[in-house]
């Protein structure tokens, strides 16, 4: 099973079609054309050393796994989104919706219900690759930071993330450390490579029109990363 899959298959997909009151077929389909785009947002805030960091940090407060619907902070993934797409996130969803028949309005419902199995999923990835240290220690910097971090859910400023429940009001944008990803000094990024394979595979993997390298690569374009700035 390749890694899209896994975060397909995390999807509540019957959970969210009774909460969103629609077909488990349309919630399928909407998160093939949502899932993308988290993912390479993801990716492309994690391509520098400050939003790696940051995304690091962020991910220490997602580590537990997502279950159902119920393990699922809605305000939470908002943020999230906020963070990820910056102001592009209209454009995004606007993108997304009418694709293959995706509603544009169950995109943008969705995406702060995915956003945190995406957190999960790729928290727990770092852990099996040995990385589980660097996630404890982006914790630790970035709590000392977290009453500096000024700027709300959302903002384009900087490559910032949201805590968990337990986190400070604001995001938290974690300074360079010593559990840096290592890209600033030009070394390996787990993220990166994390991230990379997985969008890499998607196309082939999710079976069907629309999957990850189709949405990335022939929809998104320059919208991807806006959070960073």
Do not use: C
């Not at 969103?20 to 988290?38: F, N």
């Not at 000392?144 to 986190?167: E, I, M, V």
């Not at 974690?174 to 991230?195: K, R």
């Amino acid at each position: 099973m390749g890694s899209y899959d896994e975060i397909l298959d995390q999807v509540p997909v019957d959970e969210l079609a009774q909460r969103l009151g629609v077909g488990s077929d349309e919630v399928r389909q909407a998160s093939e054309q949502a899932l993308p785009a988290l993912l390479g947002g993801l990716q492309a805030n994690a391509s520098d050393s400050s939003g790696a960091d940051s995304l690091l940090a962020a991910l220490s407060d997602h580590q537990a796994p997502v279950n159902s619907l119920g393990d699922v902070d809605e305000q939470d993934g908002r943020a999230i989104v906020g963070n990820i797409f910056g102001g592009g996130t209209d454009q995004v969803v606007s993108q997304l919706g009418g694709l293959g028949g995706t509603s544009g309005g169950l995109v943008q419902k969705l995406l702060p219900l995915l956003a945190p199995i995406v957190m999960s999923w790729l928290a727990n990835k770092m852990g099996q690759g040995g990385l589980g240290g660097m996630l404890g220690g982006g914790a630790g910097s970035a709590s000392s930071d977290a009453a500096g971090a000024g700027a709300g859910a959302g903002s384009t400023d900087g490559p910032l993330f949201p805590g968990g429940a337990g986190a400070t009001s604001g995001p938290v944008q974690a300074p360079g450390s010593a559990t840096s990803t290592g890209a600033a000094a030009g070394g390996s990024n787990p993220l990166q490579d994390i991230l990379g394979q997985v969008l890499g595979g998607g196309a082939g993997s999710s079976g069907g029109s629309g999957g990850a390298g189709d949405v990335l690569g022939g929809l998104l374009g320059g919208l991807l990363g806006g959070g960073k700035r």
